[in-house]
C-alpha cells in the first residue's frame, strides 16, 4: 500500500481564496484524521471520521472549515475564505481497526499551506 | 479530558550517549500511549505503543520506553544515540476506556532531538 497520500503538497493562495486539500487513506482503514500543525500552536487535531461519518469536529477552528469524506477512499478539507492566520501544515491520517494495525495512525506527508 | 506534557522543548545528546525524551500523560481511565517521530518536512511516524503488558516497551530504531503508571509517565529512551536520530518526538496518550467519542490521540507539543556528533 501507498500509504495515506495528500495533495497538493504545497499550495500558496491569496487571502479570500478557497482552498481545498485532499486525502486518500489506507485502504480498509476506517478512521480518519485531519491535523494541523503550526510553530505556535503544535498539532492540533480538526476532525474525525469513522466509516465515513464525522465523529468529533471541536477541533475545527471556525466556520470557515468543512471537512468531508464521501466515500471510504476520499476525504476533502476546505476552506473559504482562506486567511493568512490558516496558513500551517495540514497532516491527513488514517487508522484500521484490526488486531494488528489496531491504534496506530499512519500519517501522510502533509500539505504545507501559504495563505498571502 | 486527556493530556500529555512534554516539558522539553529541546533535548541535546552527544553520539553515543543514551537519551531519554520525556512524557507525562493525564487520563481519566487506563491510557493507550504512542510515540511517534517527526523528520523535516514529513507526516508522523509510529515508533511504539503501550497497551497492555509489560511496562518497558520496544520499538523501532532501537528506542523503547517505559510505561510508569504511579508517576503517569511514559518517557522515551535509546542507550545508544546516533545522529540520524535528530527529529521531532511527540508522545500521544487516548483513554483505553470510553465511548467513540474519544478515541482520538492527543498529542503533546513535541521534543527536538538534537544528536550531535
Known amino acids: 500500500d501507498a500509504g495515506v497520500i495528500q495533495s497538493p503538497r504545497h499550495e500558496v493562495t491569496e487571502m479570500g481564496q478557497e482552498v481545498t486539500l485532499r486525502c486518500k487513506p489506507i485502504s480498509g482503514h476506517d478512521y480518519l484524521f485531519w491535523y494541523r500543525q503550526t510553530m505556535m500552536r503544535g498539532l492540533e487535531l480538526l476532525i474525525y471520521?469513522?466509516?465515513?461519518?464525522?465523529?468529533?469536529d471541536s477541533g475545527m477552528p471556525e466556520d470557515r472549515f468543512s471537512a468531508k469524506m464521501p466515500n471510504a477512499s476520499f476525504s476533502t478539507l476546505k476552506i473559504q475564505p482562506s486567511e493568512p492566520r490558516d496558513s500551517a501544515v495540514y497532516f491527513c491520517a488514517s487508522r484500521g481497526e484490526g488486531k494488528i494495525a489496531k491504534n496506530i495512525q499512519y500519517f501522510g506527508a502533509g500539505t504545507r499551506l501559504s495563505v498571502l | 479530558a486527556q493530556s500529555v506534557a512534554q516539558p522539553e522543548d529541546q533535548v541535546n545528546v552527544a553520539e553515543g550517549n543514551p537519551l531519554t525524551v520525556k512524557c507525562t500523560y493525564s487520563v481519566s481511565g487506563n491510557p493507550y500511549l504512542f510515540w511517534y517521530v517527526q523528520y523535516p518536512n514529513r507526516g508522523l511516524q509510529f515508533l511504539l505503543k503501550?497497551?497492555?503488558?509489560?511496562?518497558l516497551v520496544k520499538g523501532s530504531y532501537g528506542f523503547e520506553a517505559e510505561f510508569n503508571k504511579s508517576q503517569t509517565s511514559f518517557h522515551l529512551k535509546k542507550p545508544s544515540a546516533l545522529v540520524s536520530d535528530s527529529a521531532l518526538y511527540f508522545c500521544?496518550?487516548?483513554?483505553?476506556?470510553?465511548?467513540?467519542?474519544?478515541?482520538?490521540?492527543?498529542f503533546g507539543s513535541g521534543t527536538r532531538l538534537q544528536v550531535q556528533p
Open positions: 500521544a496518550v487516548r483513554d483505553k476506556t470510553g465511548d467513540t467519542g474519544r478515541r482520538a490521540l492527543t
Open positions: 503501550y497497551i497492555t503488558g509489560d511496562n
Open positions: 471520521f469513522n466509516n465515513n461519518v464525522p465523529i468529533d
